[in-house]
């Protein structure tokens, strides 16, 4: 199997909604892409699998060590054989991919977060600095077009953490910041309980309004000149915010179940928005 095929691979079977807006991609732009999302899953499974910390630290340095590889010339990993000969034409920085795997760490140093500041540090390194990793490789003429990308991976990220609300808590993480846990009297024993209540729902809505209000700054930040460019990042923008309305729809009822698209729904919301432009 090549370097590429490992990717895709790894890319395919995450099911992610981010492979979906991939598809419509120019080739060499689609293997960047893919191989940049492979390492994001590589690292993130570094931690989510591990059941000893230790272990995960140490693997966690062995990829630090790898991307600095990657960049002096001799990498081993298929993933970073893979995404090394996009570094240049893309301008992929070494202190992006550092940051995410600063904060892949950060989920083994801390499972709770006291206030939204400290919880946006987080998701920045998880996932703003992917969205500007992703918008460089798919093509930016405006430094602008970099704070839209950044701004639309937050929008991501806290959608991710109420979806997985439930999921996150059974597994001993609470993102939902403590400060605005006790603003609407929803203690970390009714997550992990998975209690229910109009108070959850209230609280769940202020969360819901801060992704959808990201969203927002997010589209006016980007530059007409890029937009079209910028399309995957709609694509996923699409599906992400669809999903986001279907969990708003259904109550929050987050708390024992994982509300998801159909791959088919994700492929035409991809589709519809890569029509439009």
């Not at 966690?60 to 893979?82: C, D, F, I, K």
């Not at 059974?170 to 203690?187: A, C, H, S, W």
Request: a neutral charge; hydrophobic letters at 40%; glycine letters at 4%.
């Amino acid at each position: 199997m090549s370097p590429d095929e490992y990717c895709q691979q790894k890319t395919a079977q995450s099911g992610s909604s981010f492979y979906y807006s991939f598809l419509f991609l120019p080739p060499e732009r689609r293997r960047a892409i893919t191989a940049l999302y492979a390492f994001c899953r590589e690292v993130d499974d570094t931690v989510d699998d591990a059941t000893d910390q230790s272990v995960a630290r140490i693997k966690l340095a062995w990829w630090r060590n790898e991307v600095a590889q990657m960049y002096s010339g001799t990498p081993t990993h298929p993933v970073m054989l893979a995404l090394k000969p996009h570094i240049q034409p893309y301008d992929l920085k070494q202190e992006h991919l550092q940051a995410i795997i600063d904060g892949m760490e950060m989920d083994l140093d801390q499972s709770r977060y006291l206030d939204y500041p400290n919880l946006k540090k987080y998701c920045w390194h998880v996932a703003g600095v992917v969205g500007i990793l992703s918008a460089s490789i798919f093509g930016v003429t405006n430094p602008q077009t970099l704070k839209y990308a950044e701004t639309l991976g937050l929008a991501f990220q806290l959608t991710n953490i109420i979806r997985d609300v439930g999921e996150d808590a059974r597994k001993g993480r609470i993102y939902l910041p403590i400060d605005e846990l006790q603003q609407f009297n929803v203690t970390a024993a009714d997550l992990l309980n998975a209690r229910h209540s109009e108070k959850f729902e209230a609280l769940m809505t202020f969360q819901a309004a801060r992704a959808q209000q990201l969203y927002d700054d997010a589209f006016a930040l980007l530059p007409k000149e890029d937009r079209r460019a910028q399309r995957p990042g709609l694509m996923m923008a699409a599906i992400y915010r669809t999903l986001l309305d279907e969990i708003e729809r259904d109550g929050f009822h987050v708390l024992t179940q994982k509300i998801s698209l159909t791959p088919l729904r994700k492929l035409w919301l991809a589709w519809k928005t890569y029509v439009r432009g």
